[in-house]
């Protein structure tokens, strides 16, 4: 009955996520990928859900089922991810990045299965994918950007670094020994006015109050 009541944070906005991993082809059975499990990103589509936003999530390869009333979009490789992400953005109100997207794909993937015994050990070329979300935050009249940066060490300067390279308002670091892969995190949100870290909760938790610190920025509450 109280729920009825309450205000939601980001009734009506329109919010578009990004998860999971990408998968990069070597040829049609082999690829490069990476550890992320979707679980923040996930979490993060839901709590925004809950809080009465129209979410569209663009996810990589998860082992799991869309939120419910979450528009999911399946992508593969950085560059699907970014088509995806690109047809959506100009109507988006918050765009959240928290897919690991690989930095590099394979330029000369091959179209058929690499056999072994055809001369020597294949060489993988590499070309640069493109910064979505630096993309997206470079668009006029944009979405508000949220990035995500899960680092190994010095999380606070090299979030920080990042927030100002693309041109972001807010983005949430993790160290990956805390999150990746697990059902908890510990994250520090970083913006114009500090770093503000939260205490260690599951990932549930911590979207929600992600949620709540991008409503507060984003004005109206
Ligand atoms: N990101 C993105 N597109 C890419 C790479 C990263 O949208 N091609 C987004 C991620 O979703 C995340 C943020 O940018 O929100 C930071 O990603 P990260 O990999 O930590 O930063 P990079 O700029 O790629 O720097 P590095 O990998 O060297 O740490
Ligand atoms: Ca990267």
Redesign the pocket.
């Known amino acids: 009955v109280i729920a009825f009541f309450t205000p939601k944070l980001l009734a009506g906005r329109k919010v578009l996520i990004?998860a999971g991993p990408t998968f990069e082809a070597i040829d049609p059975v082999r690829g490069i990928t990476n550890l992320s499990s979707g679980r923040m990103g996930y979490a993060v589509a839901r709590a925004a859900r809950q809080a009465g936003a129209e979410v569209t999530l663009v996810s990589g390869p998860v082992g799991f089922c869309p939120p419910q009333g979450v528009d999911r979009i399946n992508v593969k490789s950085?560059l699907d991810m970014h088509a995806a992400v690109m047809a959506q953005a100009a109507g988006a109100d918050v765009f959240i990045?928290?897919?690991?997207?690989?930095?590099y794909r394979v330029a000369n993937a091959a179209e058929h299965k690499l056999k072994k015994d055809t001369g020597g050990i294949p060489p993988i070329e590499l070309v640069e994918?493109?910064?979505?979300?630096?993309e997206v935050a470079a668009l006029k009249n944009g979405p508000f950007c949220v990035?995500?940066?899960?680092?190994s060490r010095n999380l606070e300067e090299?979030a920080q670094t990042?927030r100002r390279?693309?041109k972001i308002p807010l983005?949430a670091g993790n160290l990956i020994q805390d999150g990746f892969g697990g059902e908890d995190n510990r994250l520090v949100l970083f913006d114009d006015a500090g770093s503000h870290p939260l205490a260690p909760a599951p990932k549930s938790v911590l979207a929600r109050q992600l949620v709540e610190h991008i409503a507060h920025l984003t004005g109206k509450h």
């Open positions: 990004t950085a990045a928290v897919a690991a997207v690989a930095d994918n493109p910064d979505i979300l630096a990035g995500f940066a899960a680092e090299y990042k390279k693309k983005i």
